[in-house]
């Protein structure tokens, strides 16, 4: 199998990506990016799982936190705080913030978000072709109460940073999802695909928002290739994060098996679980689609390796060449 896309999020799916160059060296990888995450701060354009992907496959990761540069100061951060000046709660960075103001600049200058990508990347060198799911401008809020009886809407890195998605999420909601369109190359990376993966990003704010740009979810599942997913749930909680809490606002249980049945066999082909769930490949495969349980945990690139390994094998035995 040639030519893979993958719907990234960020830690888990540039940790996964990462062994998907090892275990398919001569493949040409295009990766679909989430952008919901994506935030202004400080007048700066700040694009989290983007950089994550690109810092992680260039080599300029912080390997321990799995975002944010290696290395990093926050001698800026110090001072913009000693000046009162607000958010305080989402630090960037130095090295880190080079990067926004290169975005910011070149978007400044009417480039679009998949121009200035591909130019950031050129520096990286990721190895694949990182794509924004949108050019436009889409932001992930989560509803919460308000402590006064009321609900209101906070945008997703506020909800997960600074409350530490601590508050019952009631709903998740892509802003502007449904007027954008995808961003050049995404939709004919997918239409020349020999396989889709779904790799364990979350499949509510990461893979989900994906999926709700008009356009993505139509062409993947008439695409006529198999479409793999890894579970980002092992033993009912998930492996990094609060996945939890953002599936329950949708109404989803936080086990592997549900969240292969979110998807739909309408989407999936393949579900991989991790050995300790394999009481769910009944339950998936009941519900048309493939279930294999391999080991899930992504320990080092050997391990993230072997996991994309099987879902490419499962991918030959769904629909074989």
């Known amino acids: 199998m040639r030519r893979i896309v993958v719907l990234s999020g960020g830690i888990g799916g540039a940790r996964f990506l990462r062994g998907l160059r ?16 994506d935030i202004h701060l400080f007048g700066l354009k700040v694009c989290p799982d983007l950089d994550t992907v690109m810092y992680t496959l260039g080599g300029g990761i912080h390997e321990e936190q799995g975002w944010g540069r290696a290395g990093e100061t926050f001698a800026v951060k110090e001072e913009l705080a000693a000046y009162g000046i607000e958010p305080q709660w989402f630090g960037l960075g130095d090295r880190d913030l080079a990067t926004h103001v290169v975005r910011t600049q070149m978007m400044g200058a009417g480039y679009p978000l998949s121009a200035v990508t591909e130019a950031l990347c050129q520096r990286w060198q990721p190895g694949v072709r990182l794509l924004p799911m949108t050019d436009d401008r889409v932001e992930t809020h989560v509803v919460i109460d308000d402590g006064d009886g009321g609900r209101r809407a906070v945008h997703f890195q506020e909800y997960w940073v600074r409350l530490r998605a601590a508050p019952e999420a009631h709903a998740v909601v892509p802003v502007g999802a449904d007027k954008a369109t995808p961003a050049p190359g995404v939709l004919e990376a997918i ?12 499949p509510v704010v990461s893979v989900g928002t994906i999926l709700s740009v008009p356009g993505i979810r139509e062409a993947i599942a008439d695409a006529g290739v198999p479409v793999i997913g890894l579970s980002p749930i092992v033993g009912d909680a998930p492996v990094r994060g609060m996945a939890d809490r953002v599936l329950a606002a949708v109404g989803v249980r936080a086990t592997a098996a549900a969240v292969a049945q979110h998807y739909g066999s309408g989407l999936l082909d393949g579900w991989l ?3 300790v769930d394999a009481d769910a490949v009944e339950v998936v495969e009941a519900d048309g689609i493939r279930c294999r349980a391999v080991p899930l945990m992504m320990t080092d690139v050997e391990a993230a390796a072997a996991m994309a390994g099987e879902a490419l094998a499962l991918a030959r035995e769904v629909r074989p060449a």
């Open 22 to 37: 090892q275990a398919a060296p001569e493949a040409d990888i295009t990766v679909i990016g989430n952008t919901g995450d």
């Open 273 to 275: 679980v991790d050995t």
């Open 191 to 202: 239409q020349a695909a020999d396989v889709v993966v779904f790799p364990p990003s979350n």
